[in-house]
């Protein structure tokens, strides 16, 4: 298959890693940047490089997009009319009104639209889903994507970061929640969110989502709270610390009862590897992906709304 990779940035780079070693995959790169040719050399790539995508666009089956969010939607636009497969970073684009152009687009035209929600490929994924269950009823989530770094120039963190969890939330739930209130601030006035803080309401639980520049200790973690028990997923250690617990009733008063505490190490395997083998899979198999344009749009959807809760001051229903 012939697949181009437009956009070597920072997280372009460990794309480009992964594709150049993937089997049956005849790599083209495309970057508007001079100072990629000489990083290509670096590493030794040897393949067709062009500083515009229209070099390629008539000799690759599928696309890679890997470039900054506000430039998403053109591009996309582009390659789907071109009839090309298409695997986009999150966010899909930065309106949800485009997002779901673009799905519809690709559905239209029977093209492979993936959106990369990385987190949904984690090795720890299949253990949450298999231990939910086990805690009853789930009543809360709270989940953390912070750290101290060099904040994006494209889009505030909450549409970078915390839409990282909110799609996952949505994927091992099954659900997308009803309403928002959301909490973003702009501290280091560039007109883009720095801290995000934002409360999700679903059917039957709520999820707290928070996300930031700030905090000096990297933190990717989320915890599920049911009524028999918790599953905390710390992704950076790729470990699971599940209890089985709950709350009873004894004479008038409540009793904190734990049954069985447990520790569950995850596979060792790359996320992003699965991620795109993932795509080409879809291409090679006609089969829809795990993360479609559809969830794409969503989560940016629910995004808009957090943002819109910020602005009002008030909590915001999602709508149809």
């Given at each position: 298959?012939n697949?181009?990779?437009l956009?070597?940035?920072?997280?372009?780079?460990?794309?480009l890693?992964?594709l150049?070693?993937?089997?049956?995959?005849?790599l083209?790169?495309?970057d508007?940047?001079?100072?990629?040719?000489?990083?290509l050399e670096e590493?030794?790539?040897?393949?067709?490089?062009?500083?515009?995508f229209?070099d390629f666009?008539?000799?690759?089956?599928?696309?890679?997009?890997?470039t900054?969010?506000?430039?998403?939607y053109e591009?996309?636009?582009?390659f789907?009319?071109?009839g090309?497969h298409?695997?986009?970073?999150k966010p899909?684009c930065?309106?949800?009104?485009?997002a779901?152009l673009?799905?519809e687009?690709?559905?239209r035209?029977g093209?492979?639209l993936q959106?990369?929600?990385?987190?949904?490929?984690?090795?720890?994924?299949?253990?949450?889903?298999?231990?939910?269950?086990e805690?009853?009823?789930l009543l809360?989530?709270?989940a953390?994507?912070?750290?101290?770094k060099?904040?994006?120039?494209?889009?505030g963190?909450t549409?970078t970061d915390?839409?990282?969890?909110?799609?996952?939330?949505n994927?091992?739930?099954?659900e997308?929640p009803?309403?928002?209130?959301?909490?973003t601030f702009?501290?280091l006035?560039?007109?883009m969110?720095?801290?995000s803080?934002?409360?999700?309401i679903?059917s039957?639980?709520?999820?707290?989502?928070?996300?930031g520049?700030?905090?000096?200790?990297?933190?990717?973690e989320i915890?599920?709270?049911?009524?028999r028990?918790?599953?905390?997923?710390?992704?950076?250690?790729?470990?699971i610390f599940?209890r089985?617990a709950?709350?009873?009733?004894?004479?008038?008063?409540?009793v904190?009862?734990?049954e069985?505490?447990r520790?569950?190490?995850?596979?060792?395997?790359?996320?992003?590897k699965r991620?795109?083998e993932?795509?080409?899979s879809?291409?090679?198999?006609?089969k829809s992906?795990i993360?479609?344009?559809?969830?794409?749009?969503?989560?940016?959807?629910?995004?808009?709304?957090i943002?819109?809760?910020?602005?009002?001051?008030k909590?915001v229903e999602?709508g149809g």
């Open positions: 298959m697949l181009l990779l956009g070597v940035g920072r997280w372009g780079k460990n794309h890693r992964v150049k070693n993937l089997k049956n995959i005849n083209y790169v495309c508007k940047s001079e100072e990629v040719r000489s990083y590493i030794s790539y040897k393949g067709p490089f062009s500083k515009n229209k666009i008539n000799e690759v089956e599928a696309v890679d997009i890997v900054s969010a506000d430039t998403h591009l996309a636009n582009i789907l009319d071109e090309k298409i695997f986009i970073e899909i930065l309106k949800s009104s485009e779901f673009l799905a687009k690709a559905r035209n093209l492979i959106v990369g929600h990385i987190f949904r490929f984690h090795p720890l994924i299949p253990y949450i889903k298999k231990l939910l269950p805690i009853g009823k809360y989530i709270k953390y994507f912070k750290g101290f060099r904040p994006r120039t494209d889009t963190v549409m915390s839409i990282h969890f909110i799609d996952l939330i994927f091992v739930t099954s997308i009803s309403k928002v209130s959301g909490f702009d501290n006035k560039r007109g969110d720095d801290i803080i934002s409360i999700l679903y039957n639980f709520s999820a707290l989502v928070e996300s520049y700030f905090q000096p200790r990297t933190k990717r915890t599920f709270c049911g009524e028990g918790q599953i905390i997923a710390d992704f950076r250690l790729n470990k599940f089985k709950s709350l009873r009733k004894e004479n008038n008063s409540w904190a009862e734990i069985e505490e520790e569950i190490k995850g596979e060792e395997f790359e996320p992003l991620e795109l993932d795509f080409i879809c291409i090679k198999n006609s992906p993360c479609s344009g559809y969830d794409g749009a969503i989560a940016v959807k629910i995004v808009e709304k943002y819109e809760s910020s602005k009002k001051g909590i999602i």
